[in-house]
């Protein structure tokens, strides 16, 4: 009547493992399981991970471009309005991965390491090149090792990061951007420029949008079928995603307004 060779563990002896602190190898383990499933799937909408169009932000969390688009066009309203707990508030504040791939794995193009749980990896900002981190810490000049554009070592961006003194890292780095009015892509923060002109005048989303094809933010209502943000954004694939996804936030918000009108109606 016992659990294995007739021994019956007693209450004190189960709590007393179920408590235990986790070994050392045990933490690793966990740590890439979990690891594997955000190199894998969307910090966001939790599907998939589409590295082709995959983006990622200031914390280096990988996302989907598209599940980025939603978030931002997400109206108050939408039952599927993206979780709060993300650092993007334009697509200012993400950047494009660039990644090389080798069949089904993607790899770093210089050190052939495959890109993912296994491998410490980084990208450049602002080009967006992703490598081994071994790679960008060994290389002498500060040039991306694919396209040549200078970098400079602060934004060496670690690719959802585990330890401590990355983190702290890059919430330095954020601190330091937002000093000096930029944001993760290192392009100006718009949103800080806004609230002052706003103090002096009123000034209209539309008008906002049509400046600045990069501040696409969360509640906006309004989408054009000729909308600047979208002439503005010169990648066919993103300006392609961004079209579909603005045009099914059009057709959501059309359908809510017509199920509210007949509803007014009776």
């Known amino acids: 009547m016992g659990n294995d060779g007739g021994s019956i563990p007693k209450r004190r002896e189960l709590v007393k493992n179920a408590a235990r ?28 991970l589409d590295m082709e169009t995959a983006v990622s932000d200031a914390s280096g969390r990988l996302y989907n471009y598209e599940s980025v688009l939603k978030h931002l066009t997400a109206t108050d309203e939408s039952t599927d309005a993206a979780p709060t707990l993300t650092m993007i508030r334009s697509l200012r504040d993400i950047v494009r991965l660039k990644v090389t791939h080798r069949g089904e794995k993607y790899i770093c193009p210089v050190s052939l390491k495959q890109l993912g749980p296994g491998t410490r990896s980084v990208y450049l900002v602002p080009c967006g090149h992703a490598f081994a981190e071994v790679v960008v810490t060994e290389i002498k000049e500060d040039l991306c090792p694919e396209c040549s554009e200078p970098f400079e070592r602060e934004n060496v961006i670690t690719i959802l990061p585990t330890t401590e003194k990355d983190i702290e890292h890059l919430v330095q780095r954020m601190e330091d951007l937002k000093s000096r009015g930029l944001c993760h892509s290192l392009k100006k923060d718009r949103s800080e420029k806004m609230k002052k002109k706003r103090k002096g005048g009123d000034i209209s989303q539309d008008d906002r949008d049509k400046r600045d094809p990069d501040s696409i933010t969360p509640g906006n209502k309004k989408v054009k079928k000729d909308d600047a943000r979208i002439s503005g954004i010169n990648n066919p694939l993103a300006a392609s995603l961004t079209a579909r996804v603005l045009a099914e936030q059009d057709e959501k918000i059309k359908q809510r307004h017509l199920a509210e009108t007949g509803l007014a109606r009776h």
């Open 21 to 48: 602190t986790p070994t050392v190898s045990e933490l690793k383990a966990i740590i890439l399981e979990s690891l594997g499933h955000a190199w894998s799937h969307c910090a966001l909408s939790d599907a998939p």
